[in-house]
């Protein structure tokens, strides 16, 4: 039974092509995050939403943008891919608007790889 | 055709370092796997590579020439419980793995 699921797990992809990757949590949680890992990094949040609603949108470029359907998915869209987005990108959700990485359930991640 | 080739089996000495080779043939290439799966047991993910160059996570390395089509997985300190079979799989243009046979890696005392 997984709990927070995101699709692809690996994505090779060109400059300048538009990709999404999909999330979904079978938790009931309320708040859903996208994280942005570059190599040897940690963590860095870019998207919480709270029942549908945006409530963190860290400093990321226009070309991303998120899309919650309803509380239990949270997609991520990408325009124009950039060399430099190249990073695991980690979805994960929590019972409750935090910021604390050790309160959220994370899904396995998706490497993108931009070539 | 596509092809994945490695040792069938290979002996190292407990403390030591060993190196696995592994040659691929993909249609199209989105990636080199390396699984460990010990006898009776599911493959487990070790190191994922799609650009050149070692990734190292602890003990293990991968290594990655796509130009020459070849991959390493590098073991170090070798423990006793690092005998198991060590699985190199290739991730072809339509995302589907290509399995190589596996190495059996016997660790002596």
């Known amino acids: 039974d997984t709990a927070v699921s995101q699709t692809p797990k690996y994505l090779v992809t060109q400059m300048g092509n538009d990709k999404s990757i999909k999330c979904e949590q079978n938790l009931g949680h309320d708040t859903m995050y996208w994280y942005k890992q570059d190599s040897k990094k940690f963590l860095k949040i870019m998207f919480s939403y709270n029942n549908k609603e945006l409530i963190i949108n860290e400093t990321v470029p226009n070309r991303f943008s998120p899309k919650s359907p309803d509380k239990a998915h949270l997609n991520l869209h990408i325009n124009s891919l950039e060399l430099g987005d190249s990073a695991v990108y980690f979805c994960a959700s929590s019972p409750a608007t935090v910021r604390i990485m050790t309160e959220a359930f994370f899904g396995q991640g998706t490497r993108l790889t931009v070539v | 055709g596509q092809n994945i080739d490695q040792p069938t089996e290979m002996t190292a000495t407990e403390g030591a370092i060993v190196q696995i080779n592994c040659t691929y043939q993909t249609s199209g290439f989105n990636g080199l796997f390396w699984y460990q799966q010990h006898a009776g047991e599911a493959p487990t993910f070790l190191s994922y590579?799609?650009l050149d160059g070692l990734e190292e996570k602890g003990r293990f390395s991968s290594f990655l020439s796509r130009s020459k089509g070849y991959s390493y997985l590098l073991l170090k300190e070798l423990q006793m419980k690092d005998s198991a079979s060590y699985l190199c799989?290739?991730?072809?243009?339509?995302?589907?793995?290509?399995w190589g046979a596996g190495t059996k890696l016997i660790i002596k005392p």
């Open positions: 590579n799609v």
């Open positions: 799989a290739g991730l072809d243009s339509n995302y589907q793995l290509i």
